[in-house]
């Protein structure tokens, strides 16, 4: 547990609640940089779920990529996602659900950001693989958040979202071997980059991060530290390639974008947001295998070892190249 004198009361005194008490340690945040509590007050049993966020106590990356880079990113990334929470996350809906922010405190030390228990809401269930029920509500998640914020700035976020993009991952890049997905790292990077459709991209839209209603109809998402502009497709290559095996992921090849999109379409016309939607099926549909392209040049640097990486990551990520070198 993060280790510091005034947890307690600092919640309280947020909450103007003093009869707040701990009652579970939910989770450590990666490499030791804070930790997820739950909270409830003793007389209204109301709970809380409060990320503390203290980068003094980071430990060591646990595939060691223990650079200053790296720790400046991870700092950086609390920051965007305290930023999320206190400026945008209130205009998210029913369609794709975040916990709602309560309190916040942000300091050089720690940051405590106190939020509705999406548990208690009746968001308590986890999953780490899908079948297509959970991943078509996964998918639905994605296109009602991406078109409530397509076009939309992202001040005070990362200016490209995701956690893997290659501005943020240069050592990566270097650690890469030598081939055409490094060679093409900056081409791809580009592609993205420059898509007419930008939103705002979840930025780590895998299945650890989401929470499924446990009526088994909707499902909420958290953890906004890579949030940014983007295309949407990096979301999308992401979601699947991180909780679907190979097998899975052949059943649903034909199923998935299809899915995405008639949402997305659903979504914009929901929100009343104006866009050329031949022009942005054509550009979706372009952009995907490039997302797996992306996506794939990061996991050759970071974990070549990755179960992430398959025969069907290769063929999507060849396609996505080929896209690239042809253009």
Known sequence: MVKFMNILSDIRLLLNIPDIELTEQVQSLWSGYGEIIRCK???TGQRYIVK????????????????STSHQRKVKSYQVEANFYNKYAQFTDHHCKTPKLIESKISDDVTLLVMEDLD???????KNEA????????????AYFHAKFMGHSADALWPIGTYWHLNTRQDELSAMPESNYKTYAQAINNT????KYQTLVHGDAKFENLCFHQKGDDVA???????GRGSGVKDLAYLVGSCLNEEKLIEFDDLILNEYLTHLKQALNIYKITVDV?????????????????FYRFLLGWNPQSWKICDYMLQKAMIGLNNIKLA
């Open 41 to 43: 007050s003793k007389c």
């Open 52 to 67: 503390v966020i203290a980068p003094e106590n980071a430990s060591d990356h646990p595939r060691g990529w223990n650079t």
């Open 120 to 126: 208690a809401a009746g968001f308590s269930i986890r």
């Open 131 to 142: 079948d297509w029920h959970s991943l078509s509500l996964a998918i639905r998640w994605l």
């Open 192 to 195: 993205l980059n420059n898509a």
């Open 221 to 227: 998402a958290v953890d906004f530290q890579y949030i």
């Open 278 to 294: 031949d022009a942005l099926t054509k550009e979706t549909t372009e952009l995907y295998p490039v997302a797996w392209a992306d």
